[in-house]
């Protein structure tokens, strides 16, 4: 059954977001009947890459309230406390994060961690160190939602380029109700996402864990602040 999982994950169709790209590396080959062998093989090469970069599969959360999902599929790379990115307006004490680095042979299409409303989307401009390090949170281009829980509770979900990333792309928008597992966008070509949990709510994973976007659990709300703010 895992086989078969993981066979359907790597046949999984395209993101829309790799439609151009792999448009262009079909008619690349199709110019290589014309141009030489060369350009048939590069185009191959290079259509083949982007249908498994692009992969959009299916995913399940589990059935259970009170949870925070993984954001992106890739390894844990930071667990630690951070003030979230301040364009978003929140709380600015440290919370815990954790940073999630996307190599390109993960799959790239950004989840939902848990039911709420994004409150705030705020994108800023910056350089393209490697996702990998823990400064790219603070340096790199990066994309920034804010999403308030049904009880009140805030989390943070932010979306950063990588060395080679040029392209954030963000599907929601403010005032939108999301449910946890949901696509919210995708990042192009290695990167890095982070989450920035509730005040008060521990992680439940540690560095070099490897996540399953909208799937792994990252963390349980604390029930107590739950209640206090139905």
């Known amino acids: 059954m895992a086989i ?8 999984a169709p395209p993101h829309p977001a790799g439609r151009p790209f792999i448009m262009a590396g079909m008619i690349a080959l199709l110019l290589g009947f014309a141009f030489g062998a060369w350009l ?48 978003l307006g929140l709380t600015t ?31 800023r401009h910056g350089a393209f160190v490697s996702a990998g390090q823990d400064k790219a949170s603070e340096a790199n281009e990066r994309n920034a939602l804010a999403i308030r829980l049904p009880d009140g509770q805030e989390i943070a979900v932010v979306q950063i380029a990588g060395l080679i990333a040029r392209r954030i792309l963000c599907s929601v928008r403010e005032g939108d109700p999301v449910t946890a597992g949901d696509r919210f966008g995708i990042i192009r070509f290695g990167s890095r996402t982070d989450l920035y949990l509730p005040e008060g709510v521990r992680p439940l994973v540690t560095e070099g864990q490897t996540m399953i976007g909208g799937e792994t659990v990252i963390a349980e709300l604390r ?7 139905a």
């Open 4 to 11: 078969t999982d993981d066979i359907r994950g790597v046949l």
């Open 40 to 87: 048939i093989w590069l185009g191959l090469i290079f259509t083949l890459f982007c249908l498994y970069f692009f992969r959009d599969p299916e995913r399940h959360p589990p059935p259970r309230a009170n949870l925070l999902l993984a954001p992106a599929d890739g390894r844990v790379v930071a667990v630690r406390p951070a003030a979230p990115p301040p364009e």
């Open 93 to 123: 004490g440290p919370r815990w994060k954790v940073s999630i680095f996307l190599s390109v042979l993960n799959v790239h299409v950004n989840r939902v961690p848990a039911d709420g409303v994004i409150t705030r989307i705020a994108y």
């Open 223 to 229: 029930q107590d602040i739950a209640d206090r703010n």
